[in-house]
């Protein structure tokens, strides 16, 4: 187990620096830089030797491996730099939105366990009946409806007609974080309660089941004690994954819901072309990413015993 973790960690280091070099190379190559663009919102004329004297100030004039080599240096040491729009220091921008990502996170994660796993195992014990048409054909609504739609629609709905939430997520409590949240748990939950259903019915056609219910075991006994445990495999990697995607921030529902978290913040500084902010996003996404799945390989080994990591006995 020791080998394993420690030659993943070896491989992440190497992936995570890869990341950084392409990310930080593509963000160069897009076509403008953070001068320019202040330069166009301001809407005025300036010289050339201003706009110079800027971009050398921010370090843009040096040739791009330099740049990376200075860049990369101070993230070794902890520092992220400072924002070329508001000055502010790129690691406590970022941890003041982080709250906002994290709570958001938690509240989504939840709703889709409390929805889609329930479902998922009603319409597996269901199959082929109404019940089972029914989840499906919900399930099939639910992808089909991109994210910004079910967030304007909910807007409409909870917002505006009934008044129960508030249209702009102002405040860091449960009833802001509501409809961003159940936005994000709709289009997971009609996702991932599919799979879930294909877990626990591949899980229901096994012998083992068969052989269970011959001996006059109750269904709802083989259910819980054997069926779902078995699964676990399948909705863990699911959670998981999720977490990842959501902590990395949900740009277009942020945005909408004009709640401050890490993804509204690397919307803005996309915008403006923030590169530190941005490449402080990217690294976050990276690290999310390869720590979650990390996470999750070492968690098949306590859920089914019979896996091996590594391919090790």
Request: proline letters at 3%.
């Amino acid at each position: 187990m020791g080998k394993y973790i420690l030659k993943r960690l070896l491989q992440l280091f190497f992936v995570l620096l890869t990341i950084t070099f392409l990310s930080f190379g593509m963000m160069r190559i897009a076509g403008s830089d953070v001068v320019e663009q202040k330069m166009e919102n301001r809407g005025s004329v300036t010289s050339q030797e201003v706009v110079d004297a800027a971009r050398e100030e921010l370090g843009l004039d040096k040739p791009f491996l330099i740049q990376y080599s200075v860049w990369l240096g101070k993230l070794l040491q902890g520092d992220m730099g400072n924002s070329y729009v508001s000055g502010k220091s790129v690691f406590s921008t970022f941890i003041s939105k982080l709250p906002a990502t994290l709570l958001l996170t938690a509240v989504s994660i939840l709703l889709t366990i409390v929805i889609s796993i329930p479902l998922g195992i009603l319409a597996a014990v269901k199959q082929n009946r109404f019940t089972d048409y029914v989840i499906r054909t919900i399930s099939f609504i639910g992808n089909s409806m991109p994210n910004f739609f079910v967030s304007l629609l909910l807007i409409y709905l909870f917002a505006i007609k009934l008044n129960w939430f508030p249209v702009i997520s102002s405040e860091l409590n449960l009833k802001n974080v509501a409809l961003p949240a159940f936005t994000l748990a709709i289009a997971m939950s009609a996702k991932y309660l599919r799979q879930v259903r294909a877990a626990i019915l591949d899980e229901l056609g096994k012998d083992y089941v068969t052989g269970a219910k011959a001996r006059g075991i109750p269904f709802s006994v083989i259910m819980w004690k054997n069926v779902l445990k078995a699964s676990f495999v399948t909705i863990v990697t699911l959670l998981t994954l999720s977490i990842g995607s959501l902590l990395g921030g949900t740009a277009i529902v942020e945005s909408i819901f004009v709640w401050d978290g890490v993804g509204k913040m690397a919307v803005d500084a996309i915008n403006m072309r923030d590169y530190p902010v941005i490449q402080a996003y990217v690294m976050w996404m990276a690290v999310i990413y390869v720590l979650v799945n990390l996470i999750t390989d070492l968690s098949y080994r306590f859920l089914d015993p019979r896996i091996r990591l590594g391919g090790t006995e």
